[in-house]
Every structure is written in structure tokens, then in C-alpha cells.
């Protein structure tokens, strides 16, 4: 998990943050269910956060935040902005923070075998299987306000899954995704309430 905050700013009693997924490229395109955990993780606790709906924000500013026209940098955003119409969209939703997701979890490896077999006493199966899964994502706010980029978080995670087989297969699955969600829900939290500047 490496964090890295470019400005000094912390957020606001009354201010809102969104998750949004990148989907300009759709190999890195982040995963609907880490965006909810994100948002959701974020929503919880005694240091919660302000979180406006995804799909909700979407809608409300179709279509500037679609794949095609979702601006990519903060000069992008800038003109976005100076469209009066939009500016005001996003001013109703009380959204300071815009925090876009980019990554995915692939399989990265995987090995092994699982023999199975039926007779007439039964059936059964031997052997072990694994894979490996690695979850990497970036974390980027902008702050809407001030028309720049507060910061960055970029997380890593690789997880290893077994299945051994006795007679019947017993799966250990490794969560590197929802590792990934805790520990960018938190950064996110300590990014943004924290004054410290890298």
C-alpha cells in the first residue's frame, strides 16, 4: 500500500466523496463489487465518510461520466467545470471528492491436480490444486473544489488458493480483493482527514 498525498487538504463535515470505476480500458476496468465495498467500507465506522452513490452521480451527470467523455486528468476536469450546467449538477450533489478506481484482480498462476473416480464401493477424488490471484488497483482523488489532484493510493495484493482433495475436494480460497478494499477503504479515510503532506 503506498500512499501519496499532493496537497494539504482534508475534507469537510458537509462534504460527499464518490467512488467511480476508470472504464476507458476495459483489461483494468475496475470491478462493480470493489467500487460497493469501497464505498460501503467507507461508509461505516466511527470515522465514516460522506459517500455519494456511484450509479447515482452517473445519472445525475450523464453522460460527461461515461467511458467516452469522463475526463482522464485534472485539465480535462477544468474544462468539464467550466460548463455552468455541470458545475451546478455537481455543486446539488455535495460531491467534493471524486476518487476514480483503476485495476482489476487476475489470475496470475496455478498448478497441480485433482484426480477423481467412481466405483462400485463409491466415489472419491485425490490430489491438490492452487492458484494464485493478485489484486492491484490505483487509487486517485481529485478535489473537485480546487480543480486538482489531492493524492494517490496504490495497493497490491496476491493471494494463494488451495484445494486438496481427501476423497472430497475442500477449497481454502485467499481474498485479495477484499484485502485490497479494506486497505484502500482506510488509506482513503486517513488520506483524507489526515493534514499531512508527503
Not at 467534493?96 to 466415489?123: E, K, P, Q, Y
Not at 477449497?171 to 503532506?197: H, M, N, V, W
Amino acid at each position: 500500500m503506498e500512499p501519496y498525498k499532493a496537497t494539504n487538504i482534508t475534507i469537510g463535515e458537509d462534504d460527499n466523496v464518490v467512488i467511480l470505476a476508470r472504464k476507458h480500458h476495459a483489461s483494468h476496468e475496475a470491478e462493480s463489487s470493489l467500487i460497493d465495498c469501497i464505498s460501503n467500507s467507507l461508509s461505516r465506522g466511527s470515522d465514516r465518510l460522506n459517500v455519494y452513490p456511484s450509479s447515482e452521480f452517473e445519472n445525475n451527470l450523464y453522460p460527461w461520466f461515461e467511458p467516452s467523455t469522463a475526463p482522464l486528468d485534472t485539465d480535462s476536469l477544468s474544462k468539464l467545470l467550466s460548463n455552468h450546467e455541470i458545475y451546478e449538477r455537481i455543486q446539488k450533489t455535495g460531491v467534493r471528492f471524486l476518487i476514480w478506481i483503476d485495476g482489476s484482480t487476475n489470475r496470475t498462476a496455478s498448478g497441480g491436480t485433482i484426480s477423481c473416480a467412481a466405483g462400485v464401493s463409491g466415489a472419491g477424488c485425490m490430489g491438490l490444486a492452487w492458484w494464485e490471484d493478485d489484486s492491484r488497483y490505483d487509487a486517485n482523488i481529485w478535489d473537485l473544489k480546487e480543480i486538482n489532484s489531492a493524492g494517490s493510493i496504490y495497493a497490491d495484493y496476491l493471494g494463494r488458493s488451495f484445494m486438496p482433495a481427501i476423497i472430497v475436494p475442500i477449497p481454502l480460497i485467499a481474498r485479495p480483493q477484499a484485502e485490497a478494499c479494506r486497505g484502500i477503504s482506510d488509506q482513503i479515510k486517513i488520506f483524507l482527514t489526515s493534514s499531512y503532506e508527503n
